[in-house]
């Protein structure tokens, strides 16, 4: 049998044995955990003696994964099982483990060195120690526990030592203490690769660009360049984009490449979210280009949008067109939403001709602004005065797409705003024609224009209209 890692192990905490014996598929199984459930534990070992059920290695080792929640019962049951068989590794791992997560630190070791007796210790029952110990935030005892493996005739080598490294920066900022023990023993035991990843991916979780440049070069000095350490630059790069050096990743990033090692599109799809939300476009795009002239990356929609969405929100319209018109020749093609988010962007900045054209592109594309930008493009039209770009959106919006209340509303305010009352007349009727309620605010608008300009018939004639609707 394969021996179990730490991590395993670890994942298997239920929350009581009762809970989890329903959902165990052996019927032994089953029978053990109903016992477990229901008798005390000094009664345990007695009852389980009287059930007439033999157990097998593998009950035992499913029964102990359901018992987290009950280490006093779980020590009663594999003391009760191991009169009759011998435990496996795995079994006695998860004994070490259930009693460490449970805090339970002496008795861990005395099935330690029970352990060591049977001559089933191994790299896994230490790691699944350093985990207890670091979670229970006692990273002394943790580093001790390392110190004295090889007494236990189990070998301090790398892996184990990046097994110690890792437990100890899965907890919140204790990263430090990691690399302190790193720095005592790196001369007797050669780190690799993963010994760098986990202590940037530990810099990274603490956000320390400073300590992650220096871990960073140590790496470069010590294992070298090599593209299957790509854990490693992920997090170096990552923390220095979190923490505002976009400038030195990208400078990073050109000397990764001339080491062929350049990260892949998990970084910089991680990367990029960072940007956006740090709303640094110049860095942005500075990364963009990389990522797709020399890494050869194909971006997806979905990535594209974000990335235009940036460069609009930053008014960096040329790149955002730019963006757009290279989309196609990375296999991704725009859609409305990439269509809206330039077209929003326009009517933000009272781009009012550029608009025009764009809807234009729109339209010729078949691709259809939405009713909030129809909208949001009429205000804006008759703003800049120039109602006949508003009166063809409301023409499109009735053609394309259904006819929306804010719009309209918006179309008559506009129009009598700017004194077309003959337009105002036929318009509200077509509204009216169509269902479309003429909000109150819009009629009392209506009202003070056609009664000043002596058109109360006008007005009287709507006002009946919206009587009979």
């Known amino acids: 049998m394969t021996t179990p890692t730490v991590h395993e192990i670890s994942s298997l905490q239920p929350t009581s044995v009762m809970a989890s014996s329903l959902l165990a598929p052996d019927p032994r199984v089953r029978a053990f955990c109903d016992i477990l459930s229901r008798v005390p534990p000094a009664e345990v070992e007695t009852v389980l003696s009287r059930c007439g059920i033999t157990p097998l290695s593998e009950h035992v080792e499913s029964v102990l994964r359901l018992c987290y929640a009950t280490p006093a019962t779980a020590v009663r049951f594999f003391r009760w099982a191991g009169l009759t068989l011998k435990h496996s590794p795995y079994a006695w791992n998860l004994m070490v483990d259930i009693l460490g997560k449970n805090g339970l630190f002496e008795p861990m070791w005395d099935a330690i060195r029970s352990m060591k007796q049977e001559a089933v210790l191994s790299a896994a029952t230490f790691a699944s120690a350093f985990g207890s110990y670091c979670t229970a935030g006692r990273i002394k005892e943790a580093i001790m526990t390392f110190d004295v493996m090889d007494r236990y005739g189990v070998a301090k080598d790398v892996a184990a030592a990046n097994s110690l490294l890792s437990a100890i920066c899965c907890e919140d900022g204790h990263t430090s203490e990691a690399a302190d023990f790193f720095d005592r023993v790196k001369l007797t035991i050669p780190p690799n690769g993963d010994t760098f990843a986990i202590l940037l991916e530990g810099w990274e979780k603490e956000g320390n660009a400073a300590r992650a440049k220096n871990t960073f070069g140590e790496m470069v000095i010590r294992v070298g360049w090599n593209a299957d350490n790509m854990s490693a630059y992920d997090a170096f790069l990552t923390t220095l984009v979190r923490g505002s050096q976009s400038d030195e990743a990208v400078k990073f990033l050109k000397v990764m490449k001339t080491n062929n090692c350049l990260p892949g599109m998990k970084f910089f799809s991680n990367a990029l979210d960072i940007l956006i939300q740090q709303q640094s476009h110049l860095h942005a795009l500075s990364l963009w280009n990389i990522m797709v002239t ?78 909030q930008n129809c909208t949001a493009a009429v205000r804006m039209y008759f703003a800049q005065y120039d109602p006949s770009a508003a009166v063809d959106m409301w023409n499109f919006m009735v053609e394309e797409l259904s006819p ?29 024609d169509m269902g479309i309620k003429i909000q109150t605010s819009t009629l009392d608008k209506l009202r003070t224009a056609l009664c000043k300009a002596g058109r109360h018939d006008a007005y009287d004639r709507i006002v009946r209209r919206l009587g009979k609707n």
């Not at 809206?340 to 078949?366: G, P, T, V, Y």
């Not at 929306?404 to 179309?411: K, S, T, W």
């Not at 129009?415 to 105002?424: D, K, N, W």
Request: aromatic residues 8%; hydrophobic residues 35%.
């Open 294 to 371: 020399e890494s050869g990356l194909i971006p997806n929609l979905a990535k594209c949008n974000s990335m235009i969405g940036l460069l609009c929100t930053q008014r960096d319209l040329n790149s955002a067109y730019r963006l757009l018109d290279e989309m196609p020749y990375y296999g991704v093609f725009p859609d409305d939403l990439t269509y809206n988010i330039i077209f929003d962007s326009l009517i933000r900045n009272k781009m009012n001709h550029e608009a025009e054209k764009f809807f234009a592109e729109m339209r010729k594309n078949e691709r259809r602004p939405s009713p």
């Open 404 to 432: 929306d209340e804010e719009c309209a509303n918006e179309l008559l305010i506009g129009l009598c705003e700017l004194g077309r009352l003959t337009e105002v007349r036929r318009f509200a009727g077509d509204i009216l």
